[in-house]
């Protein structure tokens, strides 16, 4: 099923949700999946309302969104910063 499929049920009023992306082996698209899954659901609940965390010590979903901001509909947090409040 592709992601919209997946979240035309999702209601809007969702304070909250955490997806997590995690697999043991290398290689296998979870940065990928997350900045793409990230990007859909930015642009699906407005910008400044998702947060990607980059718990990967190579922190290449912040250098992707680094090279690419002025398009991304998410922010992304490195994995050892301290949380932000976000309304």
Not at 36 to 45: E, N, T
Not at 52 to 74: I, T, V
């Amino acid at each position: 099923r592709s992601f919209c499929a997946i979240f035309q049920g999702v209601p809007s009023k969702i304070k909250t949700m955490i997806i997590t992306i995690a697999s043991f082996k290398g290689g296998v698209g979870k940065t990928t999946t997350a900045l793409h899954l990230a990007q859909f659901l930015g642009k699906r609940r407005g910008s400044g309302k998702i947060v990607l965390l980059d718990g990967d010590p190579n922190r290449s979903a912040l250098s992707w969104f680094e090279r690419g901001q002025q398009q991304a509909a998410f922010f992304v947090m490195d994995g050892d910063e301290e949380p932000a409040q976000f309304d």
